[in-house]
């Protein structure tokens, strides 16, 4: 059984602070997602790295896949209110196992303003 | 192009009792995918259908089961509900061999 173990739990900081959110496993995943996750709603996929390595950037996020495909980061420089959610990793293993994602527990972000 | 939707939103049922929970997918998607999330925790895998057929199952016993229909939607089912399956109930949309699925706003079973 894939696991993957997300950490912090949880994640309260002021407006403007950095942070990094991990995520770590001992199997290797083909492909890890990040999604963030509003009250009520279902998650909302921010990206996907497929490549040991890879580092992806979106707007203030930095997303980056470790080298053997075991972990993954999340680093959001200067944090705003908006950024405030629950954040979830989530691996595929090989094969054809698309779809059938292994969630980490999740970090809850809350940034004051 | 329409998202994906499920029905109900909510849900109060009593241990014993069977549910039916229902997903409609994206334009152009032929495979769904159904998690449970607990409170405070990422969700859980439960199975994948595709061609209406079933591919791919989690930890779940047999008491939950799924339909897949000609259109692509589908349906959940639990039997024999337990106060352990209060849960979000997430389905999640995608073609086939794709990374990229589209997650319902899900279904909030309570189970009492």
């Known amino acids: 059984t894939q696991l993957l173990e997300q950490s912090p739990q949880f994640l309260s900081i002021q407006e403007g602070e950095n942070l990094t959110v991990y995520c770590n496993s001992s199997?290797?995943?083909?492909?890890l997602q990040w999604y963030r996750q509003e009250p009520g709603e279902g998650p909302v996929l921010l990206v996907t790295?497929?490549?040991?390595?890879e580092v992806k950037k979106l707007k203030r996020l930095t997303f980056q896949f470790g080298d053997a495909r075991k972990d993954s980061s999340l680093h959001i420089t200067a944090a705003q209110p908006g950024d405030t959610g629950l954040y979830l990793c989530?691996?595929?293993?090989?094969?054809?196992?698309?779809?059938?994602?292994?969630f980490g527990q999740g970090t809850i972000l809350t940034v004051h303003p | 192009e329409t998202g994906v939707t499920q029905s109900p939103t909510h849900l109060i049922k009593t241990r014993g009792q069977q549910v039916t929970l229902r997903c409609s997918s994206q334009?152009?998607?032929?495979?769904v995918s159904w998690y449970q999330q607990a409170l405070g925790q990422g969700p859980q895998f439960i199975f994948q259908?595709?061609?209406?057929?079933?591919?791919g199952r989690g930890n779940f016993p047999p008491r939950f089961s799924g339909l897949q229909f000609p259109n692509y939607s589908s349906e959940l089912n639990v039997n024999a509900l337990e106060l352990d399956d209060s849960a979000l109930y997430l389905c999640?949309?995608?073609?086939?061999?794709?990374?990229?699925?589209?997650f319902g706003p899900g279904t909030r079973l309570t189970v009492l």
């Open positions: 999640a949309s995608s073609q086939r061999r794709a990374d990229t699925q589209y």
């Open positions: 334009s152009g998607h032929n495979t």
């Open positions: 790295v497929v490549t040991g390595g």
């Open positions: 259908y595709y061609r209406e057929e079933e591919n």
């Open positions: 199997s290797v995943f083909s492909s």
């Open positions: 989530a691996g595929r293993a090989g094969g054809t196992s698309y779809g059938k994602l292994t």
